[in-house]
């Protein structure tokens, strides 16, 4: 029997499973190739507090960052792209690409550079499930690692 993949990402609001980008990754990934992952939220709790979600782990393993978590579960033969033919796969990656290229620049503005739905929303949302003090210091620490390094977002890319 294979090991337990237990995922520990940030909890959900708004109708998702997660409202960390790179988590829904993973989880969509996860979901299409049928890996068995039990998910851990890690909301008020230490863990997440260096903002390095997702995190998958097993009995032998501990893997952060999406390109390694997906690559790791390829490895483990879960892979949604097998029954894909080379056009289909092709497809997927320029859909990939253009989700990445327009997309997720849009909702990274939307949830952390553009000020009013930052202080209204994001903000609110990620400072009551992180534990104090990190409430007050660790969402301005994401919306800076946001605005100070755009060209480094792209989740697949990494």
Not at 53 to 68: F, M, R, Y
Not at 96 to 114: G, R
Not at 141 to 147: A, D, E, G
Request: a neutral charge; charged letters at 20%.
């Amino acid at each position: 029997m294979a090991a337990p993949l237990e995922l520990s990402c940030w909890g959900g609001g708004w109708g998702l499973p997660s409202v960390h980008s790179e988590s829904l990754v993973v989880m969509a990934y996860a979901k299409f190739s049928g890996a068995p992952l039990k998910v851990n939220v890690i909301d008020n709790t230490w863990r997440g507090s260096r903002g390095d979600v997702p995190i998958l782990t097993t009995e032998d393993n501990i893997v952060s960052q999406p390109a390694k978590i997906l690559n790791f579960l390829r490895k483990q033969k879960y892979n949604a792209d097998y029954e894909l033919s080379a056009k289909q796969g092709a497809d997927t990656l320029a859909y990939i690409a253009l989700l990445e290229e327009k997309l997720l620049p849009a909702v990274l503005h939307t949830f952390w550079v553009e000020s009013d739905n930052y202080f209204a929303v994001t903000k609110p949302w990620f400072a009551s499930r992180i534990p104090f003090p990190l409430s007050l210091i660790l969402p301005g620490r994401m919306s800076q690692q946001i605005l100070s390094h755009p060209a480094e977002t792209p989740v697949l890319s990494k």
